[in-house]
């Protein structure tokens, strides 16, 4: 299934932000949500969320976290619009694991799946929209 061409534009700091988070969980995967405009491709906040799951090769967003930063976001006029979770073992792609998530049906089919490897070392970070088993890399575009 072909997917929307898109990309995800973040400032430095959501950027730096995200990488942060990844790090700070670190051996464990860090994850937190993307929030923006109902439907769109611009992060406005980056919000972490701890990992429920506690591991290093899967996460699971803490629920009572997830629905504070959804209300606060929505009081805003904003939603969630993706989530960014880390990779501690693999590159920076989505895993069978995470194609699955994508495709629960409460998880909208708008969202960016921002992946920050740190697999090697360092932090790679990448964008994807994930529609079925369709796979799409998506640009990121920092913004100043």
Known sequence: MA???????????????????AWRAYPLEGCGL??????GDSVHRFVPIENEARSSRVYRLDGGQF????????????????????????????????????????????????????????PELHSFRIAGQGIDEEQVLLLQ
């Open 34 to 39: 993307l929030i923006g405009e109902p439907g």
């Open 3 to 21: 997917l929307r061409n898109t990309v995800l534009e973040m400032t430095r700091t959501h950027w730096l932000e995200m990488l942060a988070e």
């Open 67 to 122: 629905a504070r930063a959804a209300m606060d976001a929505d009081d805003h006029g904003l939603d969630v619009i993706g989530v960014m979770h880390s990779h501690t073992h693999t590159a920076a792609y989505p895993s069978p694991t995470d194609v699955a998530e994508a495709s629960m049906p409460l998880v909208p089919p708008h969202w960016h799946w921002v992946i920050v490897s740190l697999a090697w070392g360092y």
